[in-house]
């Protein structure tokens, strides 16, 4: 089904880009990519530019998961670029601003703070499919670029960051652990970062 939704979707926007009658099959689309996937960053600006368009059939939920979408999408600029097309009357409505804030905590490097706030707004942030398994790879690939050497309380910190999210989770926590023995022994040293 996926397939075949995601070529439907192609040919309506590259035949009726700008006409108002496709946005329920976008709507439906990004439904798709929340619970099954993949992600489609084209057909998702493509929504949101209509939304700018047609305010009138701007619809918030549809918004804050093309928005979680692009969370999952980091370091990539999708959730800049969505954001950007969200129009200014729009922009303090929840849960942008929520969304807004996880995009500020995880860019600042402020994993146990985005935890704590992604698990106090479940209740008002839709569920993405794979969204904690992309965030963790998103974290663990900031470490990797970020340091050479990292101080060990630092690290510690990231670490707990990336266990915390596993929720106790067996399978997952053996993954976090696996992807940080990695990085130590490939490429982490503790002490402060220095300049090659």
Not at 29 to 48: F, W
Request: aromatic share 10%; net charge neutral.
């Amino acid at each position: 089904m996926g397939s075949i939704l995601q070529d439907e979707v192609e040919g309506l926007l590259q035949s009726q880009r700008y006409d108002p009658s496709i946005i329920p099959k976008l709507e439906e689309y990004v439904q798709h990519q929340v619970t099954i996937g993949p992600y489609d960053s084209d057909a998702n600006l493509a929504l949101l530019k209509l939304y700018q368009f047609y305010p009138e059939l701007y619809n918030a939920g549809v918004v804050a998961k093309v928005l979680m979408l692009a969370l999952t999408a980091l370091p990539a600029t999708d959730f800049l670029c969505s954001q950007y097309l969200i129009s200014s009357k729009f922009q303090n409505q929840e849960p942008v601003p929520k969304l807004v804030n996880l995009l500020e905590l995880l860019e600042g490097g402020k994993y146990l703070e985005f935890w704590a706030s992604k698990e106090s707004y479940k209740d008002r942030i839709p569920a993405v499919k794979d969204f904690d398994k992309s965030i963790r790879r998103f974290m663990f690939g900031v470490i990797k670029r970020t340091y050479i050497a990292i101080e060990r309380e630092e690290f510690m910190v990231s670490c707990f960051a990336a266990f915390r999210s596993a929720n106790g989770d067996p399978v997952l926590m053996r993954q976090c652990a696996l992807k940080l023995m990695g990085l130590l022994s490939s490429r982490l040293r503790m002490r402060i970062n220095q300049s090659p």
